[in-house]
């Protein structure tokens, strides 16, 4: 599994597989958000990619914060999966 982003001086991105999403999915507790990762991986057909992203410091510090996986098709946000909110 890879290591999660952390906030930086600027917005941050990469390319990840589906498998990490079903890794964090595997090591949460809450029933919620397993939902939610659920919905997310039933998602994801072949040929879409999967991009995790982390907000900038800046937009940490004021509670403007977030970070998570969005799901893209040919192009387009499919669907978003949220991990962390200030």
């Known amino acids: 599994m890879l290591d999660e982003l952390i906030p930086t001086d600027r917005e941050t991105s990469r390319e990840v597989s589906i498998d990490?999403?079903?890794?964090?999915?595997?090591?949460t507790k809450n029933p919620r958000f397993e939902i939610e990762c659920r919905s997310f991986i039933n998602g994801f057909e072949p040929g879409d990619r999967v991009i995790e992203f982390?907000?900038?410091?800046k937009e940490?510090?004021?509670g403007m914060g977030?970070?998570?996986?969005?799901?893209i098709r040919a192009g387009e946000l499919v669907a978003r999966l949220l991990t962390r909110i200030s």
């Open 54 to 57: 982390c907000s900038a410091q």
């Open 66 to 71: 977030w970070s998570g996986y969005s799901l």
């Open 20 to 27: 990490a999403v079903r890794a964090l999915m595997a090591g």
């Open 60 to 62: 940490w510090r004021i």
